[in-house]
Structure formats: C-alpha cells, structure tokens
Nanobody, 124 residues
Framework: QVRLVESGGGLVQTGGSLSVSCAAS????????MAWFRQAPGKEREFVAA????????HYANSVKDRFSISRDNANGTVYLQMSSLKAEDTAVYYC?????????????????WGQGTQVTVSS
C-alpha cells in the first residue's frame, strides 16, 4: 500500500502563486508515475499534470500549461505542483495520485492511490 498526503493549499488572489506538495509513504518503490488532479464544485475530477518516475518526463493539461510546474523529489518521496498566474477557474480541491503502471496516463481510473485532497481557492 501507498499513502499520499497533500499539503500547502490555501487562498490566493488572481494572478498569484501557490505551491502544493504530496508526501508518499509505504511501498513507494511500486510507484511509476505521479500526478495531480483537481475537482471543482459540480464538476468531474480532471487531470492537471503528471511526472515520470525519474522526473524527466512531464505532461500538462492545456489549461495549465506554461502556468503550472510539476516536480518530484524521490529521495524524500514528495511531488510538488507549483502554480502561478492563478485564475478563478483554478479553484478546486487538488488531489495527488500515484500509478503503478509503466505508461503515463491522464485517466484517473489508472491511478491506484489517491490523497485526501487540498483546497485551492483563487479570489478576484
């Protein structure tokens, strides 16, 4: 089993920056890709960004490309999402996810482990 715990959410003004973190514990050696998803009220959970095991390969949703940056520190079992130029539509609960599959994917059903989520609110 793998446990994921997010932290770092909060309230930020439009145009501001915020970083969220996800600490993984347990059988982390089984993890290949890690990702961030988000879910706004009344909407489905959507893919935000993913990163490969070694950190050399990343993928972003078009809506956050060039504004968000995903990174990971395998020594500390942590993945980060640095968000900048935030917009009101970025407001959501942000979830960390981990996959034991070798192929990076944007589909949430292919991620086996999930954190509890952290709220990010962007106010105008």
């Amino acid at each position: 089993q793998v446990r994921l715990v997010e932290s770092g959410g909060g309230l930020v003004q439009t145009g501001g920056s915020l970083s969220v973190s996800c600490a993984a514990s347990g059988r982390t050696f089984t993890i290949y890709h890690m990702a961030w998803f988000r879910q706004a009220p009344g909407k489905e959970r959507e893919f935000v960004a993913a990163i490969s095991r070694g950190g050399g390969n990343t993928h972003y949703a078009n809506s956050v490309k060039d504004r968000f940056s995903i990174s990971r520190d395998n020594a500390n079992g942590t993945v980060y999402l640095q968000m900048s130029s935030l917009k009101a539509e970025d407001t959501a609960v942000y979830y960390c996810a981990a996959s034991t599959l070798a192929t990076m994917t944007v589909y949430r059903e292919r991620y086996q482990y999930w954190g509890q989520g952290t709220q990010v609110t962007v106010s105008s």
